[in-house]
């Protein structure tokens, strides 16, 4: 079984900064790409937005956070989400999407998991 945790939310000043974790865990023999996606607060069935993603090396962007957002991979199964110059309009509940392969039974598998979120405020 393969878990995805996120960390690092919470409220703050417009222009401030926030700091997001996620890990991947469980029996993952191998990651294909890690990302933050966003979602308005409190409305799980809303679509699920891009906002950053490491995949093969390469980092992609939502261009409404280029230049402000930074996403880095602290392990194989740890991504970070640097965020800078916040605006109001950042505030969602941000999840982070794990792509990993897995054994089970003799068989290899592929599949990805979502975490829970995270809620990142941005209020004066």
């Known amino acids: 079984q393969v878990r995805v945790v996120e960390s690092g939310g919470g409220s703050v000043q417009p222009g401030g900064s926030l700091t997001l974790r996620c890990v991947a865990s469980?029996?993952?023999?191998?990651?294909?790409?890690m990302g933050w996606y966003r979602q308005e607060l409190g409305n799980p069935r809303d679509p699920r937005d891009l906002?950053?993603?490491?995949?093969?090396?390469?980092t992609l962007y939502a261009d409404s956070v280029k230049g402000r957002f930074t996403i880095s991979r602290d392990s194989e199964n740890a991504v970070s989400l640097q965020m800078n110059n916040l605006k109001p309009g950042d505030t969602f509940n941000y999840l982070c999407?794990?792509?990993?392969?897995?054994?089970?039974?003799?068989?290899?598998?592929?599949?990805?998991?979502w975490g829970q979120g995270t809620e990142v405020i941005v209020s004066s």
């Open positions: 999407h794990a792509d990993v392969g897995y054994p089970s039974g003799g068989t290899f598998y592929r599949s990805g998991y």
């Open positions: 469980g029996n993952i023999a191998a990651v294909y790409s």
């Open positions: 906002v950053a993603r490491i995949e093969d090396g390469r």
